[in-house]
């Protein structure tokens, strides 16, 4: 006995179509280098942010007799890989303020010109980033700014005190 489907078609003809697909959208490999996917979808949305028309000007609308109102600004998203990339700096700059040991000799590592430079990386994305961070961006970038200048002044003045005096020299 064969059925058939209103149409007259063999039932057993047909075959379902149960299939699907798994998509792995993780933006680093296994072995932590960057997709291929990602990076083309990167330059895919520059290019295209680039090729987009400014945004036509509102008309001014007058508050007083010489002042314009500027138009409403949106409030800056948060964004994770920021956050990672402040992380990131911080935790290299705690590493050479000592926060971590060497694991060759288990003694803290202290490199208060590494320490500096890192310090003073930061100092440039906050300055450069003024008014572009979310509210927790913000909070982010000037706390650890404030505990890691306040570690490096503290490591400055240890390591001064535990310097000899130089002996003066006559000219």
Same mark, same amino acid.
């Given at each position: ?27 680093? $490999? @296994?072995?932590?280098? =960057?997709?291929?996917?990602? /990076?083309?979808?990167?330059?895919? *949305? &520059?290019?295209?942010?680039?090729? +987009?028309?400014?945004?036509?000007? $509102? @008309?001014?609308?007058? =508050?007083?007799?010489?002042? /314009?109102?500027?138009?409403?600004? *949106? &409030?800056?998203?948060?964004?994770? +890989? ?90």
């Amino acid at each position: 006995m064969k059925f058939t489907n209103s149409e007259g078609h063999f039932l057993a003809d047909q075959k379902p179509e149960e299939t699907f697909r798994v998509i792995d959208r993780r933006p680093f $490999t @296994a072995e932590g280098e =960057i997709r291929k996917e990602i /990076v083309e979808q990167e330059e895919r *949305e &520059a290019a295209k942010a680039a090729q +987009a028309p400014p945004p036509a000007p $509102t @008309a001014p609308t007058a =508050i007083d007799a010489g002042k /314009v109102a500027a138009p409403a600004k *949106e &409030a800056p998203r948060r964004s994770p +890989a920021f956050e990672n990339l402040v992380r990131m700096l911080g935790s290299n700059a705690a590493m050479v303020l000592g926060a971590y040991a060497d694991p060759r000799t288990g003694q803290p590592m202290i490199d208060p010109d590494a320490a500096r430079e890192l310090i003073d990386m930061l100092d440039a994305l906050h300055e450069k980033t003024q008014g572009n961070l979310a509210a927790d961006e913000e909070n982010l970038l000037a706390d650890l700014l404030g505990k890691l200048k306040m570690t490096y002044l503290e490591i400055s003045q240890a390591t001064a005190q535990a310097a000899p005096p130089r002996a003066k020299t006559r000219g």
